[in-house]
């Protein structure tokens, strides 16, 4: 039986948690498309990283800048998270936790990065900023229960 069709008694049900992380990929480029969008045309695919390059090495910020600098760190942020995600994922997926946490966790995931995209892009209020690190934590202490689970169910 395919892990992604079907449910089964020790399982609870059917398995979506692989589908999370092509979705987590595309969590981790929606910013690059914001910042590239609202860039004005000095995103240029032939030089893709200059515009960051400029924008960070220009002295005086408008709004705009900091927006797409603030999106493009969102993109940068997510990938470096996505690896170990993965990882996370399978490492689940392997020892077998049941399909519904793994379903109700990686869901978590996606919600945390999606929030946390939206409040790195457009919340520059210091106070209200500080909810991002929580959104980020709590995709971090997503990642953490999926190998503590696994580990939990192998030994």
Partial sequence: MSIFSGSSAITGGPNYSYYAV??????????HFVAAGISGGRFKNAAPRQMMADLLAKKDKTALDKKIIRAESAQLNAFE???LFAAAVVAANVAKVPNHQLNQLTAGYL?????????????????????????????????????????????
């Avoid at 909810?131 to 934590?137: H, I, K, T, V």
Wanted: glycine share 8%; net charge positive.
């Fill in 111 to 155: 919600a945390s990065r999606a929030v946390f995209n939206f409040l790195y892009i457009y919340v520059t209020d210091e106070a209200i900023a500080t909810l991002r690190s929580g959104a980020y934590l709590s995709g971090i202490g997503i990642i953490f229960t999926l190998f503590i689970k696994a580990g939990l169910r192998l030994n």
């Fill in 22 to 31: 092509p979705a987590a990929w595309v969590l981790a480029m929606i910013p």
């Fill in 81 to 83: 998270t996505l690896g």
